[in-house]
């Protein structure tokens, strides 16, 4: 168990929907990072959050935007959704801002879109 | 454009014996990279890393090499255990940076 909570562990939805994803991160870290993996591709980088601010985008798509709340827990939305938005969903956390290299990830939201 | 790759999809090797996972890197910039492991329906934990001042980081039955001319590093898990049946990902980074860059991974079966 990594301590970092992903919910909902599975989402089927379909095109031009809005879905939301969530994220806990591990006690008393401040980093939380979003990572898209698409079919046998490896995990694409999204976006990362420090203490409740965008620190760094990587390639999110303009459908898509995150936060991170004071409680320190972040929220994906995808909307309106499309089919090539099919993937598994990982969050992940750590305790510093910048990337000490090990990242705590999530069990992952797979979702579905038909 | 992708920056990390894992060219073979996946590997099988017998119990007992050395598993090779291989990765290429492109960005010279680069200069941290670690290997994750992954279990279905988990998500991916961190195996080992290794700073590009060093050639070689050991942990257990695990060691990285880095060859950063080549702009390449490879897993050796030695001896395979069928526990060692999961999907290996090799990530690379930037310690100035804040984010991880991952290969499409390698799934490694090992054979009772």
């Known amino acids: 168990d990594s301590g970092v909570t992903q919910t909902p562990k599975h989402l089927i939805t379909a095109t031009g929907q809005r879905v939301t994803l969530r994220c806990s991160p591990r006690?008393?870290?401040?980093?939380v990072y979003w990572y898209q993996q698409s079919l046998d591709q490896g995990l694409q980088f999204l976006i990362q959050?420090?203490?409740?601010?965008?620190?760094a985008k990587g390639n999110i798509l303009e459908r898509f935007s995150a936060q991170q709340f004071p409680d320190l827990h972040s929220e994906l939305n995808l909307s309106p959704l499309e089919l090539g938005d099919s993937a598994l969903y990982f969050c992940?956390?750590?305790?510093?801002?910048?990337?000490?290299?090990?990242?705590?990830f999530g069990e992952g939201s797979r979702l579905t879109v038909l | 454009d992708q920056q990390v790759k894992q060219n073979s999809p996946s590997l099988s090797v017998q119990e007992g014996r050395i598993s090779i996972l291989n990765c290429d890197y492109t960005?010279?910039?680069?200069?941290?990279f670690l290997w994750y492991k992954k279990y279905p329906a988990e998500g991916p934990t961190f195996l080992i890393s290794?700073?590009?001042?060093?050639d070689k980081n050991e942990d257990g039955r695990f060691t990285v090499f880095l060859n950063k001319s080549a702009k390449h590093l490879s897993l050796h898990i030695v001896p395979s255990q069928p526990g060692d049946s999961a999907v290996y990902f090799c990530?690379?980074?930037?310690?100035?940076?804040?984010?991880?860059?991952f290969g499409e991974g390698t799934q490694l079966t090992v054979n009772p």
């Open positions: 992940a956390s750590s305790r510093q801002g910048l990337s000490t290299g090990e990242l705590f």
């Open positions: 006690s008393g870290d401040l980093s």
């Open positions: 959050y420090y203490n409740g601010e965008e620190r």
């Open positions: 960005n010279s910039m680069f200069d941290y």
């Open positions: 290794i700073s590009s001042i060093k």
């Open positions: 990530a690379a980074e930037k310690t100035s940076g804040s984010r991880l860059t």
